[in-house]
Each structure stands twice: as structure tokens, then as C-alpha cells.
């Protein structure tokens, strides 16, 4: 049972490039998220999705775009890489509603230069 | 918006000393969740509270729901070194999100 897979697990990017951090779930969750780790900030909502074809911002959206075309899989894609991103980067999900635990991929973690 | 406070920051500890985590909400929640982030790991859920004065136990762990469901705390008896990382609490209020305190790191000296 793998649960919430997240790829890659580092990452060097140079300012102004983009890619795409790539998180699936085999375990039939409708809830997606993404949050970013920081020091001093706790976890921060970037993007979720509550099914496929379904998204919508969280705290700190801004440079982030995500797409849920499948229940499994929700990537999350940095456009053009700023220093700013440099950070943490946790792919979860749930079942169904806000009630229910949530699982957590094992981090990505981002350093852009 | 929905913020939800927690303290201390950091704290260190003498193994065998009690350890406590606060959490405060702007807000009233409907649930609290608490996990745990073992150093370079990622957070894992421990417990969640949902009724107002709801107190729960895991061995050594006690959480406790305040009254008007604003506040969560989570107490550690007699510390052990396997207790170190960074507790978070985290408020859901409405259907879909959770907003997570920026957490307390634990630190232990054996």
C-alpha cells in the first residue's frame, strides 16, 4: 500500500525555471492538497481539489498552478521559480470530508537559486 | 479568515519532564486534528477532537478540547527521547479545509 506518493523528493532549480512536482494516491481519496513548509510557519495551503476536475486556491496560491484530471493524481506546477519557493513541499489527501484523517506524502523538498 | 495560534514555538526539555502544546482559534472550530513531525519526515495524524471538553489519552499523550471549542492543548507526561519533533494542531471549520497552527518543536536532552 503505497499511500501518497510525491516526486521528485529534491529539487535545485534556477530562478525563472518551471516544473512540476507530481503526487498520486492509490487510495481512492477524493481531497487533494498541497502545502508548503517553512520555518516558523507551520503548514500552508497552496492549492486543493475535492475531485477530478475540481480545484481551488488556498493561503498562498500565488506562482502555483495545480489540475486534477484523475482521482490519483494531483501535480503541482511552479511556473517561473523564485527564491521565495525555495521550501518544503507536502502533497496529502483524504476521504471525503474535513473530519477525516489526512495522509501525507513524504515531502519535496525545493531549493531554488 | 480562520487563524489558528499555537505556543509555545520551541521548546526544550530534560528527558523524564512533562511537555504541553496550546492551541488557540479565532474562530470556533467544528473538530481539531493533532499530528506529529518526526525531524525530516513528514506530519502524521495522532487524534482528533471533536466534542466541547472532550478529553483523550494516548499513553502518555493527553488531549484536551476546550469548552467553547476555541483552544486544544496536548500534554506530554515523563518525556523520552522518541517523543522529539514538532506537534501541530490543526482547526477545521466549514466542510473542506484545515488550517494548521505553525506547530512546536520538541527537543529533548537524554
Known amino acids: 500500500n503505497a499511500g501518497v506518493t510525491q516526486t521528485p523528493k529534491f529539487q535545485v532549480l534556477k530562478t525563472g525555471q518551471s516544473m512540476t512536482l507530481q503526487c498520486a494516491q492509490d487510495?481512492?481519496?477524493?481531497?487533494m492538497s498541497w502545502y508548503r513548509q517553512d520555518p516558523g510557519m507551520g503548514l500552508r495551503l497552496i492549492h486543493y481539489?475535492?475531485?477530478?476536475?475540481?480545484?481551488d486556491q488556498g493561503e498562498v496560491p500565488n506562482g502555483y498552478n495545480v489540475s486534477r484530471s484523475t482521482t490519483e493524481d494531483f501535480p503541482l506546477r511552479l511556473l517561473s521559480a523564485a527564491p521565495s519557493q525555495t521550501s518544503v513541499y507536502f502533497c496529502a489527501s483524504r476521504q471525503g470530508g474535513s473530519g477525516n484523517t489526512i495522509y501525507f506524502g513524504e515531502g519535496s523538498w525545493l531549493t531554488v537559486v | 479568515g480562520q487563524q489558528v495560534m499555537q505556543i509555545p514555538q520551541y521548546q526544550h526539555v530534560q528527558e523524564g519532564e512533562d511537555f504541553t502544546t496550546y492551541c488557540n482559534s479565532s474562530t470556533t472550530l467544528s473538530n481539531i486534528q493533532w499530528y506529529k513531525q518526526r525531524p525530516g519526515g513528514h506530519p502524521v495524524f495522532l487524534i482528533q477532537l471533536v466534542k466541547s471538553g472532550e478529553v483523550k489519552k494516548q499513553k502518555r499523550l493527553t488531549f484536551q478540547f476546550g469548552e467553547a471549542k476555541k483552544n486544544s492543548s496536548l500534554h506530554i507526561t515523563a518525556t523520552q527521547t522518541t517523543d522529539v519533533g514538532t506537534y501541530f494542531c490543526a482547526g477545521i471549520q466549514g466542510a473542506q479545509k484545515l488550517v494548521f497552527g505553525q506547530g512546536t518543536r520538541l527537543t529533548i536532552n537524554p
Open positions: 487510495m481512492n481519496h477524493e481531497y
Open positions: 481539489s475535492v475531485g477530478a476536475g475540481i480545484t
